[in-house]
């Protein structure tokens, strides 16, 4: 089975979007490397999902923040499979800050939230591309936000994160080809325990519907909806690259 099949690294896939992305994947024929930082439970519990489909996971704790981390995991991948077909660039932090708050912000966090959303991308596409480039039609892709690109965000730390990220998918689109595409997908709100920990639950369902109110598609995007575009670059569009796809219920045409 292993031999079938392609491979795919979902980083941060123990929960939410990353965990919707890697049983997608593996229900179109993708091996899957389940990697958590702090969620093992969680993530036992996406793997099984995983091989619920009949395809085979590997659990893998690693920080994408750091170098030696990310090539350990691309190391795995291959040691198990021989092969890295896929790298989803899912793992992602932020601190919930207003925005006119600029003292609720210090350097820290920028390095903290840059590390894992923005170095962290790049580490673990460097640790992948012998790899990527050797299957011949390899995929990246980023799993972005709307911050970058309007602005508008859980903090201004995390929207500068999210630019420099989908401004690298464009640079790594022109140097990783003609063997593998970059492309990045920029959600809105996802219905996602993240967000209800941003929130809070006393004000979530309340924010939820205002949402809804403003948004053209009366939506809020479920994990499963960034799963089907994920899908869509991955399994087709060969000759897209460097885009950006913004899935987000049209909310970045009223904000």
């Not at 999902?49 to 030696?68: I, M, N, R």
């Not at 795995?76 to 989803?88: F, P, S, T």
């Not at 039609?137 to 500068?160: C, P, Q």
Request: aromatic residues 6%.
């Amino acid at each position: 089975m292993s031999a079938e099949r392609k491979v795919a690294i979902v980083t941060g896939s123990a929960t939410g979007t990353g965990a919707a992305i890697a049983v997608a994947l593996a229900k179109n024929g993708y091996n899957i490397v389940v990697n958590y930082t702090r969620s093992e439970t969680e993530a036992k519990e996406t793997a099984a999902e995983v091989e619920a489909t009949g395809a085979e996971a590997l659990l893998f704790q690693a920080d994408v923040s750091k170098d030696e981390d990310c090539r350990a995991m691309a190391a795995a991948a291959v040691e198990k499979w021989g092969r890295i077909d896929a790298l989803i660039n899912n793992a992602g932090r932020t601190k919930f800050v207003a925005h006119e708050d600029l003292d609720g912000l210090d350097a820290q966090d920028f390095h903290d939230i840059y590390a894992v959303n923005t170095i962290g991308p790049f580490q673990m596409t460097r640790a992948c591309a012998p790899h990527l480039k050797a299957s011949g039609a390899g995929r990246v892709i980023m799993i972005s936000s709307v911050a970058g690109t309007h602005g508008h965000g859980s903090s201004l730390a995390y929207v500068a994160s999210k630019g420099g990220l989908n401004s690298m998918t464009k640079g790594l689109a022109r140097v990783m080809g003609p063997e593998v595409t970059v492309n990045g997908i920029c959600p809105g709100m996802i219905e996602t325990r993240w967000l209800r920990a941003g929130w809070g639950d006393d004000n979530y369902e309340k924010n939820r519907q205002a949402m809804i109110r403003k948004v053209p598609l009366a939506t809020v995007s479920q994990p499963e909806d960034i799963a089907d575009a994920v899908l869509w670059f991955v399994l087709g569009t060969a000759p897209v690259t460097g885009e950006l796809l913004i899935v987000d219920g049209g909310m970045h045409l009223v904000s």
